[in-house]
């Protein structure tokens, strides 16, 4: 899954696609890299970041879905009902709710119409946990019930336990150690560990605000080592090609 934020502030490439153009040539060159899937966002979810109301999300987002629809394969990074739906509406195939159906009440109704898939991720304000992955385990294992609950079918959900929501460097390489213990859950795991502070931490630096590719291929092949199934990842020629030798490896 490769990311276009269609943003002012997004953590690592902010501003960088704020620009329709831009945005549209990303994604296309993400997929000519072997994306399979193009994950598209109008909001930072970065901490201290403003939110932005569903008008200006939209107002980001539509004319990049429009401009790729039927050509790239969509995922639209929303925790908003009237952006999922008008996302849906030009074809994408995927919602990635990083507030796993707790943001707005109206988007699990929006997924269960419309049969698309559905990423539901772990994010907490605070890194506190007695035991990290149980916990988080745990919630994702809740959250799976809730939007089935809802009517969403159960093999169009994958789960993704938020790298760098709420978590230390710790917890981020904990999550990756024990997968197993997600994978268990029997959906598919997301990871998105793309340039996040957590790779830049631990080569040294504890101000670090982003983490380099280098780095964030190497936890990418770990985790997929690991059973993930997805990875949310900003560079996607480098992860392509570290899975292709990695696999070769491996296999
Ligand atoms: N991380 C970010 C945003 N959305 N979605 C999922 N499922 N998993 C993630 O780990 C994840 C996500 C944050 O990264 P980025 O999109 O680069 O930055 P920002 O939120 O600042 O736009």
Known sequence: MGVVNVTPDSFSDGGVNLEPRAAVAS???LRAEGAALVDVGGESTRPGSAGVDADEELRRVVPVLEALSGEVPLSIDTSKA?????????????????TALRGD??????VAE????????????????????????????????????????EELVC?????????????????LRRLDELTA????????????????????????????VAASVGAAVAACERGATILR???????????????????
Request: hydrophobic share 45%; charged share 20%.
């Open 159 to 175: 789960l993704d336990p938020g790298i760098g929501f709420g978590k230390t460097v710790d917890h981020n390489f904990e999550l």
């Open 185 to 212: 859950l029997g959906r598919p795991v997301v990871i998105g560990f793309s340039r996040k502070s957590s790779l830049g931490k631990l080569l040294g630096d504890p101000q670090a605000t982003t983490g380099s």
């Open 105 to 110: 009440p109206e988007l699990a109704g929006v």
């Open 82 to 98: 009237p952006v999922a739906r008008a996302a849906l509406d030009l074809g994408a195939e995927l919602v990635n709710d990083v």
């Open 114 to 153: 419309s049969g698309a898939y559905l990423c539901l991720m772990h994010m907490q304000a605070e890194p506190s946990y007695d035991d990290v992955v149980s916990e988080v385990a745990a919630f994702l294992e809740e959250r799976l019930a809730f939007a089935v609950g809802a009517g969403i079918r």
């Open 27 to 29: 994604a296309r060159r």
């Open 233 to 251: 990842v900003h560079d996607v020629q480098e992860h392509v090609e570290a899975l292709a030798a990695a696999r070769a490896a491996l296999a």
